[in-house]
T-cell receptor, first 115, second 111 residues
Framework: GAVVSQHPSRVICKSGTSVKIECRSL??????MFWYRQFPKQSLMLMAT?????????EQGVEKDKFLINHASLTLSTLTVTSAHPEDSSFYIC???????????FGPGTRLLVL | KQEVTQIPAALSVPEGENLVLNCSFT??????LQWFRQDPGKGLTSLLL?????REQTSGRLNASLDKSSGRSTLYIAASQPGDSATYLC??????????FGQGTELSVKP
Protein backbone atom coordinates (compact mmCIF):
# COMPACT_ATOMS: atom_id res chain seq x y z
CA GLY A 1 0.00 0.00 0.00
CA ALA A 2 0.87 3.65 -0.24
CA VAL A 3 3.24 4.98 2.41
CA VAL A 4 3.01 8.34 4.15
CA SER A 5 5.70 9.48 6.55
CA GLN A 6 5.75 12.23 9.16
CA HIS A 7 8.66 13.95 10.81
CA PRO A 8 9.29 14.38 13.63
CA SER A 9 7.42 11.62 15.41
CA ARG A 10 7.62 13.46 18.71
CA VAL A 11 8.52 17.03 19.63
CA ILE A 12 8.70 18.96 22.88
CA CYS A 13 8.95 22.72 22.71
CA LYS A 14 8.66 25.77 24.91
CA SER A 15 5.59 27.95 24.87
CA GLY A 16 5.89 30.72 22.29
CA THR A 17 8.09 28.86 19.85
CA SER A 18 7.09 27.55 16.43
CA VAL A 19 7.14 23.93 15.38
CA LYS A 20 7.17 22.52 11.85
CA ILE A 21 5.81 19.06 11.04
CA GLU A 22 6.49 17.44 7.67
CA CYS A 23 4.24 15.00 5.85
CA ARG A 24 5.55 13.10 2.85
CA SER A 25 3.98 10.63 0.46
CA LEU A 26 6.86 8.27 -0.27
CA UNK A 27 5.74 6.22 -3.25
CA UNK A 28 2.98 8.20 -4.88
CA UNK A 29 2.04 11.75 -5.79
CA UNK A 30 -0.75 13.03 -3.59
CA UNK A 31 -3.39 15.24 -5.14
CA UNK A 32 -4.55 16.34 -1.74
CA MET A 33 -3.16 16.19 1.78
CA PHE A 34 -5.11 16.52 4.99
CA TRP A 35 -4.11 17.52 8.51
CA TYR A 36 -5.92 16.15 11.55
CA ARG A 37 -5.61 16.75 15.27
CA GLN A 38 -6.44 14.17 17.90
CA PHE A 39 -6.76 14.90 21.61
CA PRO A 40 -6.47 12.04 24.14
CA LYS A 41 -9.39 9.63 24.05
CA GLN A 42 -10.98 11.58 21.22
CA SER A 43 -11.38 11.02 17.53
CA LEU A 44 -9.57 12.68 14.65
CA MET A 45 -10.73 16.17 13.81
CA LEU A 46 -9.94 17.55 10.37
CA MET A 47 -8.02 20.81 10.59
CA ALA A 48 -7.37 21.64 6.95
CA THR A 49 -7.20 20.34 3.41
CA UNK A 50 -4.32 21.30 1.18
CA UNK A 51 -3.74 20.96 -2.52
CA UNK A 52 -0.34 21.35 -4.12
CA UNK A 53 0.34 24.92 -5.19
CA UNK A 54 -2.77 26.45 -3.69
CA UNK A 55 -3.87 27.79 -0.34
CA UNK A 56 -5.13 25.38 2.25
CA UNK A 57 -8.79 25.22 3.16
CA UNK A 58 -9.28 25.38 6.92
CA GLU A 59 -12.13 23.90 8.91
CA GLN A 60 -14.33 26.15 10.97
CA GLY A 61 -12.67 27.14 14.22
CA VAL A 62 -9.10 26.44 13.06
CA GLU A 63 -6.92 29.56 13.01
CA LYS A 64 -5.11 29.75 9.69
CA ASP A 65 -2.55 32.23 11.01
CA LYS A 66 -1.66 29.88 13.83
CA PHE A 67 -1.53 26.66 11.84
CA LEU A 68 0.37 27.47 8.67
CA ILE A 69 0.17 24.88 5.92
CA ASN A 70 2.47 24.78 2.94
CA HIS A 71 2.03 22.23 0.16
CA ALA A 72 5.03 22.90 -2.03
CA SER A 73 5.03 19.69 -4.05
CA LEU A 74 2.91 16.65 -4.77
CA THR A 75 4.81 14.68 -2.15
CA LEU A 76 5.32 17.17 0.69
CA SER A 77 3.08 19.19 2.95
CA THR A 78 4.17 21.00 6.11
CA LEU A 79 2.21 22.17 9.12
CA THR A 80 3.76 24.92 11.23
CA VAL A 81 2.29 25.57 14.65
CA THR A 82 3.21 29.19 15.33
CA SER A 83 3.64 30.61 18.82
CA ALA A 84 2.70 27.30 20.34
CA HIS A 85 0.86 27.19 23.66
CA PRO A 86 0.26 24.25 26.02
CA GLU A 87 -3.29 23.87 24.70
CA ASP A 88 -1.79 23.08 21.27
CA SER A 89 -0.32 19.89 22.74
CA SER A 90 -1.90 17.09 20.76
CA PHE A 91 -1.35 14.29 18.29
CA TYR A 92 -1.17 15.62 14.73
CA ILE A 93 -1.78 13.21 11.86
CA CYS A 94 -1.54 13.86 8.15
CA UNK A 95 -3.02 11.89 5.32
CA UNK A 96 -2.82 11.90 1.55
CA UNK A 97 -4.98 10.68 -1.27
CA UNK A 98 -4.40 10.22 -4.98
CA UNK A 99 -7.67 8.64 -5.96
CA UNK A 100 -10.20 11.20 -4.95
CA UNK A 101 -12.95 9.89 -2.71
CA UNK A 102 -11.44 6.41 -2.56
CA UNK A 103 -9.39 6.46 0.57
CA UNK A 104 -6.72 8.36 2.43
CA UNK A 105 -3.35 7.02 3.50
CA PHE A 106 -2.34 8.11 6.96
CA GLY A 107 1.02 9.04 8.40
CA PRO A 108 2.17 7.67 11.77
CA GLY A 109 1.43 10.92 13.57
CA THR A 110 3.44 13.53 15.48
CA ARG A 111 3.09 13.93 19.22
CA LEU A 112 3.50 17.62 20.16
CA LEU A 113 4.03 18.66 23.76
CA VAL A 114 4.24 22.36 24.52
CA LEU A 115 5.67 23.21 27.93
CA LYS B 1 -23.80 18.10 8.78
CA GLN B 2 -22.54 14.53 8.81
CA GLU B 3 -22.17 12.98 12.25
CA VAL B 4 -20.69 9.57 12.95
CA THR B 5 -21.41 7.74 16.20
CA GLN B 6 -19.82 4.58 17.48
CA ILE B 7 -21.22 2.28 20.14
CA PRO B 8 -19.95 1.11 22.54
CA ALA B 9 -17.21 3.56 23.51
CA ALA B 10 -15.30 0.77 25.22
CA LEU B 11 -15.55 -2.99 25.25
CA SER B 12 -13.73 -5.67 27.22
CA VAL B 13 -14.09 -9.32 26.25
CA PRO B 14 -12.33 -12.60 27.02
CA GLU B 15 -10.17 -14.10 24.32
CA GLY B 16 -12.03 -16.22 21.78
CA GLU B 17 -15.29 -14.30 21.82
CA ASN B 18 -16.97 -13.05 18.68
CA LEU B 19 -17.89 -9.38 18.91
CA VAL B 20 -19.66 -6.62 17.03
CA LEU B 21 -18.80 -2.94 16.90
CA ASN B 22 -21.44 -0.50 15.74
CA CYS B 23 -21.23 2.68 13.69
CA SER B 24 -24.04 4.97 12.60
CA PHE B 25 -24.02 8.07 10.42
CA THR B 26 -26.64 10.74 9.86
CA UNK B 27 -26.27 11.51 6.14
CA UNK B 28 -26.57 8.54 3.80
CA UNK B 29 -25.01 10.44 0.88
CA UNK B 30 -21.57 8.88 1.26
CA UNK B 31 -19.01 7.54 -1.17
CA UNK B 32 -17.66 4.87 1.12
CA LEU B 33 -17.19 3.82 4.72
CA GLN B 34 -13.96 2.61 6.28
CA TRP B 35 -12.96 0.88 9.46
CA PHE B 36 -9.56 1.71 10.90
CA ARG B 37 -7.51 0.37 13.76
CA GLN B 38 -5.41 2.66 15.96
CA ASP B 39 -2.91 1.39 18.51
CA PRO B 40 -2.04 3.73 21.40
CA GLY B 41 0.12 6.63 20.26
CA LYS B 42 0.18 5.39 16.69
CA GLY B 43 -1.34 6.31 13.35
CA LEU B 44 -4.23 4.60 11.60
CA THR B 45 -4.29 1.24 9.87
CA SER B 46 -7.05 0.73 7.32
CA LEU B 47 -8.92 -2.53 7.92
CA LEU B 48 -11.84 -2.57 5.51
CA LEU B 49 -13.34 -0.18 2.98
CA UNK B 50 -16.92 -0.59 1.79
CA UNK B 51 -18.05 1.34 -1.26
CA UNK B 52 -21.51 2.89 -1.07
CA UNK B 53 -22.81 0.34 -3.57
CA UNK B 54 -21.55 -2.61 -1.52
CA ARG B 55 -23.11 -4.29 1.48
CA GLU B 56 -20.13 -5.97 3.07
CA GLN B 57 -16.43 -6.66 2.95
CA THR B 58 -14.41 -9.41 4.57
CA SER B 59 -10.76 -9.74 5.49
CA GLY B 60 -9.68 -12.72 7.54
CA ARG B 61 -11.52 -12.67 10.86
CA LEU B 62 -13.06 -9.30 10.11
CA ASN B 63 -16.36 -8.65 8.39
CA ALA B 64 -17.85 -5.22 7.88
CA SER B 65 -21.39 -4.56 6.71
CA LEU B 66 -23.00 -1.42 5.40
CA ASP B 67 -26.68 -0.46 5.31
CA LYS B 68 -26.53 2.94 3.70
CA SER B 69 -30.26 3.59 3.78
CA SER B 70 -30.41 3.20 7.55
CA GLY B 71 -27.03 4.84 8.11
CA ARG B 72 -25.44 1.88 9.86
CA SER B 73 -22.34 -0.25 9.68
CA THR B 74 -21.06 -3.05 11.84
CA LEU B 75 -17.61 -4.54 12.25
CA TYR B 76 -17.68 -8.18 13.24
CA ILE B 77 -14.53 -9.69 14.75
CA ALA B 78 -14.49 -13.46 15.01
CA ALA B 79 -12.53 -15.42 17.59
CA SER B 80 -11.00 -12.34 19.18
CA GLN B 81 -7.35 -12.38 20.28
CA PRO B 82 -5.37 -10.18 22.71
CA GLY B 83 -3.58 -8.73 19.68
CA ASP B 84 -6.90 -7.29 18.53
CA SER B 85 -6.83 -4.88 21.48
CA ALA B 86 -6.85 -1.36 20.01
CA THR B 87 -9.20 1.49 19.22
CA TYR B 88 -11.41 0.90 16.20
CA LEU B 89 -12.52 3.94 14.24
CA CYS B 90 -15.32 4.15 11.71
CA UNK B 91 -15.17 6.90 9.09
CA UNK B 92 -17.37 7.92 6.19
CA UNK B 93 -16.17 9.67 3.07
CA UNK B 94 -18.81 12.25 2.42
CA UNK B 95 -19.69 14.03 -0.77
CA UNK B 96 -17.73 17.06 0.28
CA UNK B 97 -14.58 14.99 -0.14
CA UNK B 98 -13.89 14.72 3.57
CA UNK B 99 -13.42 11.78 5.87
CA UNK B 100 -15.62 12.10 8.96
CA PHE B 101 -14.63 9.96 11.94
CA GLY B 102 -16.57 8.49 14.80
CA GLN B 103 -15.27 8.67 18.36
CA GLY B 104 -13.99 5.13 18.25
CA THR B 105 -14.50 1.97 20.26
CA GLU B 106 -11.67 1.01 22.60
CA LEU B 107 -11.43 -2.78 22.58
CA SER B 108 -9.63 -4.84 25.16
CA VAL B 109 -9.34 -8.59 24.67
CA LYS B 110 -8.25 -10.38 27.85
CA PRO B 111 -6.15 -13.56 27.63
Amino acid sequence: GAVVSQHPSRVICKSGTSVKIECRSLDFQATTMFWYRQFPKQSLMLMATSNEGSKATYEQGVEKDKFLINHASLTLSTLTVTSAHPEDSSFYICSADFVRRETQYFGPGTRLLVL
Amino acid sequence: KQEVTQIPAALSVPEGENLVLNCSFTDSAIYNLQWFRQDPGKGLTSLLLIQSSQREQTSGRLNASLDKSSGRSTLYIAASQPGDSATYLCAVYNQGGKLIFGQGTELSVKP
